[in-house]
């Protein structure tokens, strides 16, 4: 098991920055690939970003390229995402995750996550 903690989000005003981090614990954290999902009232999961488990090879969602960065601290079994120039379209609930890196799913599916935590409250003012 992997026990996933996300902090980190809040009330911004559109423009402005956040950083959320997701803590891990329970198994070893650099076994694992991390992804940022969110959701906004009345839609689906989406993909936001992920990080290979060596931090060498990332990804983002075109709607988030050039605004939001992912990074991991294997030492501190800790993965953030760094959200700049944020929008009101940006207002979602988001979920930290981890997929096995054993496992060749793509990464920016929901269902190639294992453990997810419970999710940060992030809305956008405009």
């Known amino acids: 098991q992997v026990q996933l903690v996300e902090s980190g989000g809040g009330l911004v005003q559109d423009g402005g920055s956040l950083r959320l981090s997701c803590a891990a614990s329970?198994?070893?954290?650099?076994?694992?690939?991390m992804g940022w999902f969110r959701q906004a009232p009345g839609k689906e999961r989406e993909f936001v970003s992920a990080?290979?488990?060596?931090?060498?090879?990332?990804y983002y969602a075109d709607s988030v390229k050039g605004r939001f960065t992912i990074s991991r601290d294997n030492a501190k079994n800790t993965v953030f995402l760094q959200m700049n120039s944020l929008e009101a379209e940006d207002t979602a609930v988001y979920y930290c995750?981890?997929?096995?890196?054993?496992?060749?799913?793509?990464?920016?599916?929901?269902?190639?996550?294992?453990?997810w935590g419970q999710g940060t409250q992030v809305t956008v003012s405009s």
């Open positions: 995750s981890a997929k096995s890196r054993l496992v060749s799913l793509d990464l920016s599916r929901p269902s190639a996550y294992a453990y």
């Open positions: 329970g198994r070893t954290f650099n076994n694992y690939d």
């Open positions: 990080i290979r488990w060596g931090g060498d090879n990332t």
